[in-house]
């Protein structure tokens, strides 16, 4: 079975930092583009970086640029989001997903989503 699980979110302060993982099941994590996305409470979900199955980059929020770097680890099947100076606003469920195509399309064409992981940011 393919699937994507996250992990790493959690409650942290405002200037504080986050890694989350996502770790891949299944199938072979570098013949695909992986993307993190958002969805805050009464909000649409949002994409917000990408990284093709070679490992370069695309980033899809103005929000999060600066402060938000994706990375992946094929040997360990797994991508990340470390998340630095977060915000009140970073508040939000946070998912990976695998798109369909190796390399970060736009718009992204997700096959499969893991269950998400809650990111809280308050003091």
């Known amino acids: 079975q393919e699937q994507l699980v996250e992990s790493g979110g959690g409650l942290v302060q405002p200037g504080g930092s986050l890694n989350l993982s996502c770790e891949a099941s299944?199938?072979?994590?570098?013949?695909?583009?992986i993307a993190w996305f958002r969805q805050a409470p009464g909000k649409e979900r949002e994409g917000l970086l990408c990284i093709f199955g070679s490992g370069g980059t695309t980033s899809y929020a103005d929000s999060v640029k600066g402060r938000f770097t994706i990375s992946r680890d094929n040997a360990k099947n797994t991508v990340y989001l470390q998340m630095n100076s977060l915000k009140p606003q970073d508040t939000a469920v946070y998912y990976c997903?695998?798109?369909?195509?190796?390399?970060?399309?736009?718009?992204?064409?997700?096959?499969?989503w893991g269950q998400g992981t809650q990111v809280t940011v308050s003091s």
């Open positions: 299944g199938f072979t994590l570098n013949n695909y583009a």
């Open positions: 997903a695998r798109n369909r195509r190796w390399y970060c399309s736009n718009p992204l064409t997700i096959d499969t």
